[in-house]
């Protein structure tokens, strides 16, 4: 069944249900995480652990299966997170990419667009590994994509890469390598970026958010092929874009 509207493909990501349980000597500790992933369809619980002082997250899925462990040291990297153009991210210290590998598919509540933006970097930042395929990313307002327009005058250079943007606004600007696709309606309620790589799945990956406060957002970014392709699909056929 194929995707009508960004809202569905946020609903259908977010349905399956997670839990983050936080295991550390502090409950000071999980307040944050709290905020950012407690939603409708995570919960995050905190289980004292007074042996373990930098602490650590395990994730359940909806069977309370065992999914992974990770450090709480590693999720500075989202709750505060530095940013970098994607062509750097490999020489930098900071590793998002684990914390993101880890958080897969685990929908999140209330980020900023400081957070939101260093997730579309990995995203990004794989594209331009990859050099071949095709790269959509929504821009709610004009200035957004003025922001963002140097690095995606640079994206759009690299191999044989597509890069669309989807705006929310008209546009008037010479571009250098990009398209522009000026829309009205959901386009200007969330924030996407997604990915397809021409020759395998295993690089697609896609971040979708609803802005359902003033500059918070809640959201899932996943590396389902199939769901990406669908989010592609959508964009394409509502939008009358094509990629690579």
Known sequence: MSLETLGEALERAEAERKRLEVHASDSDVAVDLQRQFTSRNVAVEYRRAAAFQDGFVVIRDSDDEFRGALGLEGFDAILSPEIHPPWTLEETDVDLGELLDFLEGTPFASADRRQLLAVSREIEERAWRVADGTLYAGFQREAAFADQ????????????????????D???????????????????????????????????????????????????WTYDPAFVGELIEHLERSYGVSGA
């Open 149 to 168: 327009l140097e690095v995606y005058e640079r994206l759009a250079t690299r191999g044989t890469l597509s890069v669309t943007a989807f705006l929310d």
């Open 170 to 220: 008209a546009w008037d600007a010479p571009l250098e390598g990009p398209s522009v696709v000026s829309a009205s309606g959901e386009i200007g309620r969330f924030w996407f970026v997604a990915f397809e790589a021409a020759d395998t799945d295993r690089q697609s990956c896609a971040l979708v958010a609803e802005e359902r406060q003033p500059g918070k957002y809640d959201g899932v």
